[in-house]
């Protein structure tokens, strides 16, 4: 069967990060494909602009960095859908200095929003997948967290932390039908990191590429848990 003909009718699918660069290629194509969606971003006026062109999603303005904000968001969004299917942890920052001269604020903001967040919202929607006997948690991490770089100690970190937090979760889980995923992307056309997001070079994995990658996953048999999936660019720069 041909997988873009594929539906999702009636998934329900909850997404942070919703209103730009991934996230919103994610709400965009499992919204296509028929799932209910619910995104989270921290700009109200994002959130109305993506809500009003996907008619049916649910916008929701918060930061998951906050932990006390995670688990109110998490119910709301379980009462609009009726339950919880799928999470995706998509939402990231990246402030990029060398740690000698990174202010300590910066380095909270990424490992609060990178690392914590994730655990924040995993934490708030398990008890969620539980009650429904099982679902899918999909972490967007990078491979950033494999490869180290100069002026990326924080982003790095918070990735690298991310992905062992992912591995870990993924056997805690596992038995109670909740498969999870580290999915990690390497060059990806966004305007993240204060890259302008019109420049979108060929070389680089689109956004919908990931999107791909995600709704290839939810289409997986059951018997099957891809744990950690890598991503790269098919031919990078020299």
């Known amino acids: 069967m041909d997988k873009h003909s594929i539906h999702l009718e009636g998934v329900r699918v ?15 194509e499992l919204h296509r494909r028929g799932a209910r969606v619910a995104f989270v971003a921290r700009t109200a006026e994002r959130v109305t602009a993506v809500a009003r062109a996907h008619p049916g999603t649910i916008g929701i303005v918060g930061d998951i960095a906050r932990k006390d904000d ?18 995706v942890n998509n939402a990231g920052i990246g ?11 910066d380095w909270q903001a990424v490992i609060d929003t990178n690392l914590s967040g994730v655990f924040y ?5 398990i008890p ?16 950033a967290g494999k490869n180290p770089f100069v002026g990326g100690t924080a982003y790095c970190a918070s990735k690298a932390g991310l992905n062992a937090f992912s591995e870990a ?12 995923t580290c999915l990690m992307p ?7 990191g204060g890259r302008s997001a019109q420049d979108r070079p060929d070389w680089k994995i689109q956004p919908e590429d990931v999107a791909e990658v995600v709704l290839d ?14 991503l790269r660019p098919s031919k990078p720069q020299k």
Not at 70 to 87: C, R, S, Y
Not at 95 to 105: G, S, T
Not at 169 to 180: A, F, H, K, N, T
Request: glycine fraction near 12%; charge should be positive; charged fraction near 15%.
């Open 14 to 28: 909850a997404i942070t990060g919703g209103t730009s660069g991934l996230g919103l290629a994610l709400v965009r």
């Open 70 to 87: 995670i688990h109110p968001i998490a119910l709301q969004i379980t009462g609009n859908l009726g339950g919880l299917d799928v999470l």
């Open 95 to 105: 402030l990029f200095k060398n740690a000698a001269d990174m202010p300590i604020a």
């Open 121 to 125: 919202f995993c934490h708030a929607a």
């Open 128 to 143: 969620h997948l539980r009650q429904r006997g099982g679902g899918w948690i999909i972490n967007i991490s990078s491979l």
């Open 169 to 180: 979760l993924m056997q805690e889980v596992r038995y109670d039908d909740i498969r999870v």
């Open 186 to 192: 390497g060059s990806v056309a966004t305007g993240f």
């Open 217 to 230: 996953l939810l289409l997986m048999p059951a018997r099957s848990l891809p744990s950690r999936i890598e």
